[in-house]
């Protein structure tokens, strides 16, 4: 039957299994509005306060189920609005189609109103995109858009389609599950590319030599689904296992061979076992500039068996031995399947010694008095929300905290951006993490300077009555820059003292949602449990000491055993 080229759109993404979508209408984008109205039974849509919010939302969306996240807006600076989310989902490698309307075929090229080339904006940050300007390749370009965005390493997806396209008339046809599985397979990754037999061989002879394995794995792991097989081929080898900042959840951080976080801010067990293992098994994750800090001293005693679904990534930063290319969660498997168990050592036990070194100021006493600590906040949240609970954070010092003391036992309940740290991220992506998951709880950690970006956000929060609970950790500054600008510019606070307002419980309130101030560990405790008790949005405003730092750190460029665990006072 002929349809609509906007409801071909809305029928592409029932067909797809999309039933909420994010974004903001404009003049160009009516046609699709429109048909989204109608459609309304099948698709819910959450109308944010900017468009970065409802980029943020659908990454959320998307980290929090693996499933793409949709976002749809107008032309122009609707469009451009989104290149902030859009690269911040790229540089994780989440799964995220954004729709984008352009002025119509005939006034393109033209300086047009609201005429932008979003395209060629965003093709470094996307896996792919595409410009429509024939209603008959529309369905076609929309399911490929999906595909690509979940096939191989997944990541975000362009359309961008023009308004006369969407007011056009074409012949709808369902896509059948013959050619579904043939879009998918012609999407998948070259046979050339992929591990050989006699690669995992030799993968496995080379981990049958060590004695000091090490496994260091990253965010892969999540995106495969292959946090069981992680912890099946620690247990096997008794090898210690370090997370990268994205890979957090993929192995519990209770699991006796969890040494915790590697790299700038990774614990002394974790940086030290990279540097003298005989060999570093790197899992789903990319060796990072914040991993390897000085590449010539990472690892220097090991030789590098590197897995990854993307080829790209391989001997990009670290020269692998050996190298695996394909999915993840498959290739454990393989692996699961020829390695022998391997006993206990000396290796475990230097592990556990390292694990005890641990910088003076995580501590703190629980009889409370003076500002609250960092990780005494992170664990009374815990302790009160449990481990079914999302966590979002923005970026700055709070981001690493979290990283640091929250006990993440999950995949998939840890959602921040890592590779372009967006400050102004994780308002939207608590948004798009409790849309997906409406009974669980998402308590949103946020640094002042961070949430004053996208505060305005708590309008979307409030108006759908998200019970997202917020953590304000309010020390009145830019921490992170604050904390480099100690260590290394001789207390030179240029332009990061945040002396000015809002009062955030006030503009909290403004938005209609209900607000406390944490001065103390008591008065914490009292507005955890009154917000808690409430069930819906909720702010609280916590403050804590500006000089506070995030222990260890490596100095930039430095090799990561070099660590700073103690500051002057």
């Not at 100690?486 to 240029?494: A, E, I, L, V």
Request: charge should be neutral; charged fraction near 20%.
């Amino acid at each position: 039957m002929k349809m609509t080229g906007a409801r071909i759109v809305m029928e592409c993404l029932v067909e797809r299994g999309v039933d909420r979508t994010f974004g903001i209408p404009g003049g160009t984008a009516l046609n699709i509005y429109d048909e989204l109205y109608k459609y309304s039974d099948k698709i819910s849509h959450i109308l944010t306060a900017h468009e970065q919010g409802a980029a943020h939302a659908a990454d959320g969306y998307a980290r929090a189920t693996g499933r793409p996240g949709v976002v749809i807006v107008t032309s122009g600076p609707g469009a451009t609005n989104l290149v902030t989310g859009i690269a911040t989902a790229y540089m994780d490698s989440v799964p995220m189609v954004a729709i984008t309307v352009n002025v119509s075929s005939s006034l393109l090229g033209k300086d047009s109103f609201q005429e932008v080339d979003i395209a060629g904006i965003t093709m470094p940050i996307t896996k792919h995109n595409f410009i429509v300007k024939n209603i008959d390749s529309l369905a076609t370009t929309v399911r490929k858009a999906f595909a690509i965005a979940v096939s191989g390493r997944p990541g975000p997806v362009l359309i961008d389609i023009t308004k006369d396209v969407t007011a056009a008339e074409a012949e709808w046809r369902p896509e059948t599950p013959e050619e579904a599985a043939a879009l998918a397979r012609s999407l998948a990754a070259r046979p050339e590319t992929l591990a050989t037999e006699a690669q995992i061989e030799e993968a496995v002879a080379l981990i049958a030599s060590s004695r000091k394995p090490f496994i260091y794995a990253g965010g892969g792991v999540i995106a495969s689904g292959a946090s069981e097989e992680l912890r099946e081929f620690a247990e096997r080898l008794h090898a210690p296992v370090a997370l990268s900042f994205m890979g957090h959840g993929a192995l519990p951080s209770r699991h006796p061979l969890f040494t915790g976080m590697i790299g700038m801010h990774g614990t002394r067990a974790s940086n030290m076992a990279a540097t003298k293992a005989d060999l570093v098994i790197a899992l789903g994750a990319r060796f990072s500039d914040r991993v390897v800090s000085d590449v010539k001293a990472f690892a220097k005693r090991a030789a590098i068996l590197h897995i990854d679904i993307d080829p790209a990534e391989i001997n990009k930063n670290v020269q692998s031995r050996i190298s695996l290319v394909g999915d993840l969660k498959g290739l454990l498997v393989a692996l699961l399947a020829k390695i022998p168990a391997r006993e206990k050592s000396e290796w475990n036990g230097d592990i556990e010694a390292w694990k005890k070194e641990r910088p003076s100021a995580h501590d703190f006493s629980r009889k409370g008095g003076g500002l609250i600590h960092p990780r005494q906040l992170i664990e009374e949240v815990h302790e009160r929300v449990g481990d079914d609970a999302i966590v979002t954070t923005e970026v700055g010092q709070h981001q690493m905290w979290v990283a640091q003391f929250y006990p993440f036992a999950k995949p998939r309940t840890f959602i921040s951006s890592g590779g372009l740290g967006t400050m102004g991220f994780g308002t939207g992506a608590a948004i798009g993490a409790q849309a997906a998951f409406p009974d669980r709880r998402v308590v949103h950690f946020a640094g002042d300077g961070s949430f004053r970006m996208n505060s305005t956000e708590l309008a979307t929060i409030s108006h759908y009555k998200l019970p997202i609970l917020i953590l304000v950790m309010n020390n009145g500054t830019l921490g992170m820059v604050r904390q480099w600008q100690t260590m290394f510019y001789q207390n030179r606070y240029s332009q990061t003292t945040l002396d000015r307002p809002p009062d955030f419980v006030k503009l909290a309130e403004a938005y209609g949602m209900p607000a406390w101030r944490a001065v103390d560990v008591e008065s914490l405790r009292q507005a955890l449990d009154a917000a808690l008790a409430a069930r819906g949005p909720a702010l609280i405003d916590c403050r804590i000491d500006i000089d506070a730092t995030v222990l260890p750190m490596v100095p930039s460029g430095k090799p990561i055993e070099e660590q700073i665990l103690e500051t002057a006072d």
